[in-house]
């Protein structure tokens, strides 16, 4: 595989943004060029280096990767402005969705290597993403693994696992940020000022994922380690129960089945 020289980023919102700063920051030596709906936006991603434009179509024209960072509604419009520029280059895109082989045909015809659905999360920006791609079952399955490796941890898998993958980890940075907000208001009823409670919730909840995961360990392993019979720990964790706390996480994941 040819290594990638330049990648264009069309649609440096908030995920595009996230993939932009940390291949900026984990991938120095891959040149960048971004595109944003306004040419404000553009001024931090310049600061940093990055090619910038407000054309679809230059930022696509130079690269070996094209990622699209746009909404889903505006996937098949932008790719009508890069069509001539995408012959043998790979094409990621972001949008939640959008499968891989609806990408395919809208671009028959185009000579594009492959098309990706790519699902990171926004913490791609600090090297710690959970990603999950669509598999192709081909060489640029590697090439699109080892890229977003860079970000953090990224499996590809088939379409059915990638919805799971994007409620698990990409939605779920939202869902675990609601946890810890819960758990700030519960700290500040118990006493506690906001700015140390809201300390103490991300350490916890740093602490606990690290644990465990060095230790290679199911989540309930290290439950049982704190939970003392007839402590307080069983009693919160009880109480929780009771108002549906693990019902309600499933339900939030499955919810766009319904």
Known sequence: MEPIQKIAIIGAGNMGGAVALGLRRFAPDIALAVTTAHASTL???AALGMETTLDNAVAAEGADVVILGVK???????????????SGKLLLSLAAG???????????GTGVRAAYTVIPNLAAEIGESMTFASAILGEADQMVKSLFDKLGKTLIVNEKRLQAGMMVASCGTAFALRYARAAME??????LYPKEAMEAVYQTMKGAVDLAESRSAHPEAEIDRVTTPGGITIRGLNAMEDAGFTAAVIAGLTSFQQ
Not at 78 to 84: F, H, M
Not at 100 to 106: I, K, N, P
Not at 186 to 191: A, D, K, S, T
């Open 43 to 45: 001024e931090k991603y």
């Open 72 to 86: 889903p509604w505006l996937v098949q419009s932008v790719l009508e402005q890069i069509r001539p520029c995408l």
């Open 98 to 108: 959008i499968p891989a082989a609806q990408m395919q045909e809208w671009l028959a």
């Open 186 to 191: 519960g700290g500040i009823q118990l006493g």
